[in-house]
């Protein structure tokens, strides 16, 4: 039986490793038979993305950095050239100094906020200004955030301010392409061990923290947020738009928030 993303091409931005929720959204659609095509940020990460690729059936790997409006367009052209059209873009796609995320955000530096809004927010609006052209009807946008863009967590910082940005550029990018039968959601998935999250200071203790005051008592894996990411790439949402799943377990729903040094078990 053909997979619920057969004969779907989409490219994906941001895996950064194998851990990454990208990879784990990119499994996923590969499993279900879309064609990919992948970028990487900074050069050092091609040697990783690659082999991914390959894993994935694709050859189809660009450099883009997200900050770089000509390596976007380039990204862009080029699919364009090899696809002529698009039915779903991932954009996995964040990052602040690490200094910023660790003390307070009373601490924050006018460069470390300026580069984690750029980067991790307006990052969205400027892929979608270039695949948005590309995109088929019926086809998506899809991006990533957290619950600290809706509560403080520990640590999270102005990364937590920068994805409360991300979620409203989902609502307005929504409106915007909606006439065009394009839908725009994210996924704020709990907590998983990636390269990203290893920046955040006490990021093992809200990760225990997660899997005792969960709902379902356990932490988010990687293969969750994938399979949950295919309802909103396939024709499974094409109702839904505008629209942050949760996926963390149920914890976006308890009222608790995680404390750095609390003891669970």
């Known amino acids: 039986m053909a997979g619920v993303l057969a004969g779907r091409r ?3 931005l941001g895996v950064a490793n194998e851990r ?6 990119a499994q996923a659609a590969a499993r279900e038979g879309a064609e990919l095509a992948f970028t990487f940020g900074a050069p050092v990460l091609e040697k990783r993305v690659r082999p991914l690729a390959a894993q994935a059936g694709s050859q189809l790997v660009f450099p883009c950095d997200v900050q770089d409006d000509v390596q976007i367009d380039d990204v862009f052209a080029a699919i364009q050239e090899e696809w002529g059209g698009l039915d779903f873009v991932v954009h996995a796609v964040a990052f602040a100094d690490r200094e910023e995320l660790r003390g307070e955000f009373l601490e924050t530096s006018r460069e470390g906020f300026r580069l984690a809004m750029e980067v991790s927010a307006y990052s969205l609006v400027a892929v979608a200004r270039r695949a948005v052209p590309l995109i088929k009807e019926g086809g998506s946008l899809l991006t990533l955030s957290y619950l600290g863009a809706e509560r403080t967590v520990p640590h999270y910082n102005v990364m937590g301010v920068a994805k409360a940005a991300l979620e409203a550029s989902v609502r307005y990018l929504a409106a915007d392409v909606g006439p065009r039968g394009v839908r725009v959601n994210g996924i704020s998935a709990g907590p998983v061990r990636t390269l990203a999250a290893a920046g955040v200071g006490g ?4 990760l225990d923290w997660y899997a005792a005051a969960a709902p379902l008592r356990r932490a988010t894996t990687q293969q969750e947020v994938g399979d949950a990411a295919l309802l909103l ?4 949402g094409r109702g839904i738009t505008g629209e942050i799943l949760h996926v963390d377990s149920g914890y976006h729903s308890v009222g608790v928030p995680p404390t750095i040094g609390d003891t669970v078990g």
């Open 203 to 206: 990021f093992h203790a809200v």
């Open 20 to 25: 990454s929720l990208a990879w784990g959204i």
């Open 10 to 12: 989409g490219v994906v």
């Open 233 to 236: 790439l396939s024709d499974w």
